[in-house]
Nanobody, 124 residues
Framework: QVQLVESGGGLVQAGGSLRLSCAAS????????TAWFRQAPGKEREFVAA????????RHAESVNGRFTISRDNAKNTVYLQMNNLKPEDTAVYYC?????????????????WGQGTQVTVSS
């Protein structure tokens, strides 16, 4: 099992940057594919980015491609989401997710472990 705790959210102006972190417990963190999803009020949870167990392969949603970058540091049991050039439409609660038996899935149901979420608000 793995437990996930997100941090780094906050309020930022459009065009600004934030870096989200997701700290994982457990000794087998590098066995897990990890991903970021987000959910805005009144909307379904949507895929943002995913990274393979080693971090060598990544996948980003088209809406964030070129602005957001997912990465991980297995020595620190942490996955990151660097968010640049933020837009008001990026406002959402961002969730970290993990699972052992998925590829770089964009489907939330593929992931069995979730953090509590961190709020990101982008003002115009």
């Amino acid at each position: 099992q793995v437990q996930l705790v997100e941090s780094g959210g906050g309020l930022v102006q459009a065009g600004g940057s934030l870096r989200l972190s997701c700290a994982a417990s457990g000794r087998t963190f590098n066995d897990y594919v990890t991903a970021w999803f987000r959910q805005a009020p009144g909307k379904e949870r949507e895929f943002v980015a995913a990274t393979s167990r080693s971090g060598g392969n990544t996948r980003h949603a088209e809406s964030v491609n070129g602005r957001f970058t997912i990465s991980r540091d297995n020595a620190k049991n942490t996955v990151y989401l660097q968010m640049n050039n933020l837009k008001p439409e990026d406002t959402a609660v961002y969730y970290c997710a993990a699972d052992r038996y998925v590829g770089l899935s964009t489907t939330s149901k593929s992931y069995g472990y979730w953090g509590q979420g961190t709020q990101v608000t982008v003002s115009s």
